[in-house]
Structure formats: structure tokens, C-alpha cells
């Protein structure tokens, strides 16, 4: 999600870890909204609202990111693949921004763009903040409308309902939404942002308190899902979506790479169960890429893995092992919804970059 700042904008070597300090990460996104009634939109002061327009928009989302892979799941749990169309830029960046490498010719084949830095410069011409993922791109002009994250799955559930798959789950259950926004809060800066506290901290004492900080919070929701299946009770919403994407992350990079290492997920019996639930559930695991995740880590923060060398390990087949939460009742979707279909052919993670594909 983070660009990197560098000498040289060619390499992928950043400079994450500032000496002496604690990790602060820089939360001014770009807050224009994509909305059903841009007449009546809630916007943030200078945000502007965009029309709800089934194809008008390209979503950029790397499979390597984690909040990114929110949206991509988000995404496919809503059925909204024909209404938004995605790009993938490849898993690793330079400090000019996130690179469409993997595609024909090295660009992406609907905005025709090498980098997402120019999706950004077309409506900024002197954006000089991070060209981070996910972003969502007006296709018609190729400029940047969006790379407010939680905004954007937020907005997905509650502004695009027209364009959802029959059976699409609610993900935003009204009863539920006062305590949800609470409990993600907690999740979003505690875990999720709590990993890059660890792994970004300059000091000792930064990381000794990162760390602390982390483990404090992954106990109170590995003690939360002793007696509920998900985040909020019987059935999936968002919050399980933002919690997954650092829980599949945990092993093959947070444990090591951010030195979040007091347990490793398969040794927390409800976390590690709960992760393997919805990693089976249709619309998770299949968006989710354990090869480009390890060489966006380990490749792209230099200052952190100097020799740019990305593990062969963990071993994924235990992914796909059973994880006996049936017991607390409940399912994934709740009655009158379903799991989406089969993934698009374009959209399938490549084989043996996940336990699903042989």
C-alpha cells in the first residue's frame, strides 16, 4: 500500500524504518466518494461525490496488499465484477509507484497505463504523496478518484446494492453497525496497522511497545471468537473482511519479516480455526496470492530484508484443512444469501500460488 521514498526511483529498496522512531502511517487519502445520490453524498471537507456507474470504473488492487485484498473480496462477495472492472499491478513496486509488469506489453490493458503514479498525475499533476492500492480509476479519463480504502468496501456494500449478485450478503447489518464500526476500529489500529507498528519500529522501545500493543489486542479477539464464529456472531460481515487479510498474512510474513513473533497463528486455536472458516469460505481465499504477498514483503522493504531473498515456506496445505467452527453454530451466510459463483477465468490466482489449485 505504501510507497516507498528512495534515491533512486528505480529501485525497489525503500526506506521504511526511520531511526529512532515509532511508525506512523499516513492516512491522507484521497476522500471523493463513488455514490448512488451524489446530490445528497456525506463528504469529507474538498471531497468531491462521483456517480454510481456500472463499468465506468476500474478498480486497482494488488493481490499482494492487504487492504487492497479487502476490496477484491468485498468485490466478489457483492457480485460486482461485471458493474466494476479490476487491474492487478504486480507484487512488487519502486518509489515511483506500483507497476502493471505482469500484464501483455507491461500495461494495464484498459487504462493503457505502465504505473498507477500516472493515473495519479492525470488528475494531480503534482500528487506527492504515496500512489497507494487499492485505488479506484474513472476509466473515461484515466484519472484517480479514490484511495480511501475503507471508504471504498464501505461504499461497495451500501452504494452499489443495484449492481450486487442475487444473493448478496449484507455486509453492513444495520442492528449491528454501531458495535461493528467500534470493534473494526480496534482491529484496523491495533492488528492491522499494529503489524507495520512492529515491523516499521525504529527503536526498541517503539517495537517493544508495538509489540505489546499487538499482542494485547490479538488475545482479546482470539478470546472474542472462542464463543462466536465471526467477528460480530453468526454470519460474515465487513469486519470479518478486514481482520482476515492480516490474519492469512501473519505466517508467511508478519511473524518473521515484522518480527510479530510471539505466536504464530496455527499455535491460537480460535484465530487460527476462524482464519481457515472464511480462507474456505468462496470469495476469500480464492483472492488470495501467498507467492505475491511474500515478494511484495520481503522484496520491496529492503532496509528491513537487506538480501531481498523471500522464503520458500510455510507449507499452505493445513490452509485447507478442516477448522470445526460449525460448532459455534451460525454460517457464513446468512439465510436468503449465498456464496458468490466459481471465480472469473481472468481473476484466478495461479496455480501453486495457493492450496486450492493443484
Known amino acids: 500500500m505504501t ?10 529498496a525503500g526506506l521504511y524504518v526511520h531511526a529512532g522512531q515509532e511508525y506512523t502511517r499516513d492516512t491522507a487519502y484521497i476522500e471523493d466518494r463513488i455514490v448512488a445520490d451524489p446530490d445528497h453524498a456525506e463528504l469529507a471537507p474538498g471531497a468531491r461525490a462521483w456517480p454510481v456507474a456500472a463499468g465506468r470504473y476500474r478498480l486497482v488492487a494488488a493481490r499482494a496488499c492487504p487492504w487492497a485484498n479487502r476490496t477484491l473480496i468485498v468485490r466478489r462477495l457483492l457480485g460486482l465484477e461485471d458493474a466494476i472492472s479490476v487491474g492487478m499491478p504486480g507484487p512488487t513496486h519502486d518509489a515511483r509507484s506500483w507497476r502493471f509488469h505482469l500484464d501483455p506489453d507491461g500495461r494495464d490493458p484498459v487504462l493503457g497505463t505502465e504505473r498507477l503514479q500516472e493515473n495519479y498525475l492525470a488528475r494531480f499533476t503534482d500528487y506527492s504523496r504515496g500512489i497507494t492500492v487499492p485505488a479506484i480509476v474513472d476509466v473515461p479519463t484515466g484519472q484517480v478518484v479514490t484511495n480511501d480504502f475503507p471508504q471504498i468496501t464501505e461504499d461497495f456494500s451500501t452504494q452499489w446494492r443495484r449492481f450486487h449478485r442475487e444473493g448478496a450478503p449484507d455486509l453492513w447489518p444495520a442492528e449491528l ?85 510471539r505466536n504464530k497463528l496455527t499455535e ?44 520458500r515456506g510455510p507449507a499452505l496445505e493445513n490452509w485447507t484443512t478442516p477448522h470445526g467452527r460449525e460448532a459455534l453454530g451460525g454460517s457464513p451466510f446468512a439465510p436468503g444469501t449465498t456464496a458468490p459463483g466459481p471465480v472469473r477465468p481472468g481473476e484466478r490466482v495461479p496455480a501453486g500460488h495457493t492450496p486450492f489449485v493443484a
Open 3 to 12: 510507497k516507498p521514498t528512495s534515491g533512486d526511483p528505480h529501485s525497489t
Open 268 to 311: 491460537l486455536p480460535h484465530l487460527w480455526g476462524y482464519a481457515r472458516d472464511l480462507f474456505q469460505t468462496p470469495g476469500f481465499g480464492d483472492t488470495v496470492d501467498f507467492q505475491q504477498i511474500k515478494e511484495h514483503y520481503f522484496v520491496v522493504h529492503r532496509d528491513i530484508n537487506p538480501s531481498g531473498i523471500v522464503p
Open 177 to 261: 453497525v454501531p458495535e461493528m464500526r467500534q470493534v473494526m476500529k480496534r482491529v484496523y489500529t491495533e492488528i492491522n496497522n499494529g503489524v507495520y507498528r512492529c515491523g516499521f519500529a525504529g527503536s526498541q522501545q517503539a517495537y517493544d511497545a508495538a509489540y505489546d500493543r499487538l499482542w494485547a489486542a490479538m488475545d482479546w479477539v482470539e478470546d472474542r471468537l472462542s464463543t462466536r464464529r465471526y467477528l460480530m456472531g453468526e454470519h460474515i460481515t465487513e469486519a470479518d473482511v478486514r481482520l482476515f487479510t492480516t490474519l492469512v498474512r501473519f505466517d508467511p510474513v508478519y511473524v518473521s519479516h515484522f518480527k510479530a513473533s
